[in-house]
């Protein structure tokens, strides 16, 4: 089979976008596939969370992001309890409100500068899977279909994937809330703190800035769920809004007002033969916590440099699956914190919300238990199962330590490929030889106990305490993580 592309991604949304642009980066040939015309103006995400502003860093896009947005170093809860972030061991320690079509650009540009091929209006209908690659039916505007072949098939292709109906994999799970209604307006009088949410009785409701002048209001009443496609007015979301939070800070002049509902379904299997599904075609859930396109982007740095490495011939066995392994437990995590904290959010009873008020107030304000809730929804406590046996880093997020020549790590994660570090001094001068191609020796600036394998998605593959470790252990654990040293020539797509 003659390719068009290495891999075809279907779908340009957060995953699809960070998608294209690290297979694009690691030299692999990709074709993004938009069934829109064009780029997206509306915003549904506007939380870029901490772990998600580490990934873009590590690939040169965070500054650039931070500008555009508004970081918020507190997350209001409930009444008058706030999760303090600023204590975040992370160069970013907030949340940051930006569009969701900001964030897109950003990817975008990136993916472009790359060379991945991003074709709007190319609407992808269906897909064949052959033994050596993968044909696509895509459907244009004004011109007959079109079939196009790759190795892979990335689905990025949001909640009603045509990649994962395709591939016949079934997408359990139900309604969670219906009918919420969603207005972005102006605030006569906006209010003190940054993120307001709340709710009393039937109604519930979430305000939240943009930035630009422009206020998200989120409001629902659980006696009130019209059809989805009834019209919203200003006045609904001004009444369930006061009747939540006290005040409708004088809404007035939407941009935009519609209604959405929220599902919870996960996907069984991340990958069915040469068809990977990453993002909203994998998982979703409501978007209490903030969590979906944060999730999305994360799923998508997690896989983008192990499928390249599949495709440039140098993965070691196994490596994909890996991919199942890792986000498919935190995809299920998310689904049951978002929905833990909807339920939470959305009890009528008053016992309960009193109860509920002054638990979010303890919980915020005990240190240990502050610092677990806020690395969860921040994303930087998430870690991957290491074996058994391993050392305790192992499968942690790394740090952004100085490294000896004056970068930072995550800068240095910028080239794409596996660090070996270490203090001064604790690395043999050849232990990557024949791992140039993959691996980068990058000593840390400070003394240190600890010699690591750190993943391009900033992962600790592997660490040794530096006063045991050997040059063959080092070569042991390149040759699991990175192959073998001598790259092979590409392997064909699929094999
Ligand atoms: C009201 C609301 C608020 C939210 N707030 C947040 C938040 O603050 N933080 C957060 O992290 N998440 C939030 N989310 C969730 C977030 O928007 C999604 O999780 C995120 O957009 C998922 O990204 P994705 O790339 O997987 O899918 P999508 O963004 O859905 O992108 C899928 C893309 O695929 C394209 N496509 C679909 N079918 C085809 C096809 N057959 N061929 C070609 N292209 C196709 C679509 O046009 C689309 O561009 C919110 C969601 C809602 C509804």
Same mark, same amino acid.
């Given at each position: 089979?003659?390719? @068009?592309?290495?891999?075809?991604?279907?779908?340009?949304?957060?995953?699809?976008?960070?998608?294209?642009?690290?297979?694009?980066?690691?030299?692999?040939?990709?074709?993004?596939?938009?069934?829109?015309?064009?780029?997206?103006?509306?915003? +549904?995400?506007?939380?870029?969370?901490?772990?998600?502003?580490?990934?873009?860093?590590?690939?040169?896009?965070? @500054?650039?992001?931070? %500008?555009?947005?508004?970081?918020?170093?507190?997350?209001?809860?409930?009444?008058?309890?706030?999760?303090?972030?600023?204590?975040?061991?992370?160069?970013?320690?907030?949340?940051?409100?930006?569009?969701?079509? &900001?964030?897109?650009?950003?990817?975008?540009?990136?993916?472009?500068?790359?060379?991945?091929?991003?074709?709007?209006?190319?609407?992808?209908?269906?897909?064949? /899977?052959?033994?050596?690659?993968?044909?696509?039916?895509?459907?244009? @505007?004004?011109?007959?279909?079109?079939?196009?072949?790759?190795?892979?098939?990335?689905?990025?292709?949001?909640?009603?994937?045509?990649?994962?109906?395709?591939?016949?994999?079934?997408?359990?799970?139900?309604?969670? *809330?219906?009918?919420?209604?969603?207005?972005? *307006?102006?605030?006569?009088?906006?209010?003190?703190?940054?993120?307001?949410?709340?709710?009393?009785?039937?109604?519930?409701?979430?305000?939240?800035?943009?930035?630009?002048?422009?206020?998200?209001?989120?409001?629902?009443?659980?006696?009130?769920?019209?059809?989805?496609?009834?019209?919203?007015?200003?006045?609904?979301?001004?009444?369930?809004?006061?009747?939540?939070?006290?005040?409708?800070?004088?809404?007035?002049?939407?941009?935009?007002?519609?209604?959405?509902?929220?599902?919870? +379904?996960?996907?069984?299997?991340? +990958?069915?033969?040469?068809?990977?599904?990453?993002? @909203?075609?994998?998982?979703?859930?409501?978007?209490?916590?903030?969590?979906?396109?944060?999730?999305?982007?994360?799923?998508?740095?997690?896989?983008?440099? &192990?499928?390249?490495?599949?495709? &440039?011939?140098?993965?070691?066995?196994?490596?994909?699956?890996?991919? /199942? %392994?890792?986000?498919?437990?935190?995809?299920?995590?998310?689904?049951?914190?978002?929905?833990?904290?909807?339920?939470?959010?959305?009890?009528?009873?008053?016992?309960?919300?009193? %109860?509920?008020?002054?638990?979010?107030?303890?919980?915020?304000?005990?240190?240990?238990?502050? &610092?677990?809730?806020?690395?969860?929804?921040?994303?930087?406590?998430?870690?991957?199962?290491?074996?058994?046996?391993?050392?305790?880093?192992?499968?942690?997020?790394?740090?952004?330590?100085?490294?000896?020549?004056?970068?930072?790590?995550?800068?240095?994660?910028?080239?794409?490929?596996?660090?070996?570090?270490?203090?001064?001094?604790?690395?043999?001068?050849?232990?990557?030889?024949?791992?140039?191609?993959?691996?980068?020796?990058?000593?840390?600036?400070?003394?240190?106990?600890?010699?690591?394998?750190?993943?391009?998605?900033?992962?600790?593959?592997?660490?040794?305490?530096?006063?045991?470790?050997?040059?063959?252990?080092?070569?042991?654990?390149?040759?699991?993580?990175?192959?073998?040293?001598?790259?092979?020539?590409?392997?064909?797509?699929?094999?």
């Amino acid at each position: 089979m003659i390719f @068009d592309a290495d891999v075809i991604v279907v779908g340009a949304g957060p995953a699809g976008l960070m998608m294209a642009g690290d297979l694009a980066s690691a030299g692999v040939s990709c074709a993004l596939l938009e069934r829109r015309t064009e780029r997206s103006g509306l915003t +549904r995400a506007l939380v870029v969370h901490a772990r998600t502003l580490e990934e873009l860093d590590a690939r040169g896009m965070a @500054d650039e992001l931070v %500008a555009s947005g508004t970081p918020l170093p507190e997350l209001r809860l409930f009444s008058s309890a706030a999760l303090d972030l600023s204590r975040l061991p992370s160069r970013f320690p907030y949340l940051l409100v930006t569009p969701q079509y &900001k964030t897109e650009r950003v990817l975008e540009e990136r993916a472009s500068r790359m060379g991945a091929d991003v074709r709007y209006g190319h609407e992808v209908t269906g897909l064949t /899977q052959h033994p050596g690659g993968v044909e696509v039916k895509v459907r244009r @505007d004004g011109h007959p279909d079109q079939v196009l072949r790759a190795g892979w098939i990335v689905g990025t292709d949001g909640m009603r994937s045509t990649v994962r109906q395709a591939v016949g994999l079934p997408f359990p799970g139900g309604p969670v *809330v219906r009918s919420v209604m969603l207005a972005d *307006v102006r605030l006569t009088q906006p209010p003190p703190s940054a993120l307001t949410v709340d709710s009393t009785g039937d109604s519930f409701a979430l305000v939240a800035p943009f930035g630009d002048g422009f206020y998200r209001v989120i409001a629902w009443h659980r006696c009130d769920e019209p059809s989805e496609d009834a019209p919203v007015s200003l006045d609904e979301v001004s009444d369930v809004t006061r009747q939540a939070i006290g005040t409708d800070y004088g809404m007035h002049d939407p941009r935009w007002l519609t209604r959405f509902h929220s599902d919870e +379904r996960q996907v069984p299997r991340y +990958r069915d033969g040469l068809v990977l599904l990453a993002g @909203d075609a994998a998982h979703v859930h409501s978007p209490a916590g903030g969590q979906g396109m944060n999730t999305s982007i994360q799923d998508s740095a997690n896989l983008g440099w &192990k499928l390249a490495a599949t495709i &440039k011939g140098w993965a070691p066995p196994g490596l994909l699956d890996t991919y /199942q %392994a890792e986000r498919h437990p935190v995809g299920r995590q998310v689904l049951r914190n978002s929905g833990a904290l909807l339920r939470i959010a959305l009890k009528p009873s008053p016992a309960f919300v009193g %109860a509920r008020n002054s638990l979010a107030l303890t919980v915020t304000r005990i240190p240990f238990l502050a &610092k677990r809730l806020a690395g969860a929804i921040s994303g930087v406590s998430i870690a991957y199962p290491a074996p058994p046996g391993a050392h305790p880093l192992a499968g942690k997020r790394v740090a952004d330590l100085r490294l000896a020549d004056g970068r930072r790590l995550y800068e240095a994660l910028r080239g794409g490929r596996f660090l070996l570090s270490g203090g001064p001094g604790t690395l043999p001068a050849d232990a990557a030889t024949g791992y140039r191609d993959r691996v980068e020796t990058a000593p840390i600036a400070r003394a240190s106990t600890t010699v690591t394998l750190i993943r391009p998605d900033a992962y600790i593959a592997w660490a040794a305490p530096a006063s045991t470790v050997t040059e063959p252990q080092i070569r042991d654990c390149l040759a699991h993580w990175c192959g073998s040293p001598a790259r092979p020539a590409a392997q064909t797509a699929g094999q």
